[in-house]
Each structure stands twice: as C-alpha cells, then as structure tokens.
C-alpha cells in the first residue's frame, strides 16, 4: 500500500523537501528548514519581481526601484547619491536576485 495522501485545507507543502506540513508551521517536521510565511498580508509579492528588477538594473542608480516598492525616504537617498556610488545600486541588484529584497510593508518581492 502507498503512503501517497491529499494535503488538507490547513496543509501546505514543505518548500524544501515537499512533505505535507500544517500551514502554520515555522519549521519542517521531516527535514528541519524553516518555511516562508503563507500569510498573504505578510507574504511574497511574486508578480512586481521582473518589474523591480528591470527598474534596478536601468535606473537603479536613481532610486526607481526603491520608489516603485514604496521605499520614498531611501529612494530619495539613493538618488542623490546616484545609488550610493554604485555600491547600493549593486547591493540592491543582488538582494533582488536572492529574493531577498522587500517592499515598504516588508513583503518580500520573490520571482515566481
């Protein structure tokens, strides 16, 4: 007989090692690693993820990425100093890349 069973409604898959967790999990039972949040007002925003980084890549150096997710205060800052010299641009460019960049509410902006 096959251990094989449907996830339930308050079930997601481990986005690690793909065993079926509860949705409200931190941590995986079967492998150990901790789980991004599922919660849609704290969660990954998927669909501005090309956008953002096309704006980075071209006009990062003037903030434009840090203004389209929000970020005004940094933006400005960025623009003056012509993306920090190059050195935020790159910093920037890099987190994006990683899925590691956020937008003002600290949603993390992921590539889908």
Known sequence: MSDVREKAVDEVFCSSCGAIIKKEAEICVKCGVRQRTQDIKFGAVTEKWETVLLLSIFLGGLGA??????????????????GGFGIWWLIDLITILLGKFTDKNGNIILRE
Request: glycine share 16%; net charge positive.
């Open 65 to 82: 990425d840090r203004f389209f997710v929000g970020k005004i205060g940094t933006g400005i800052l960025k623009l003056i100093t012509v």
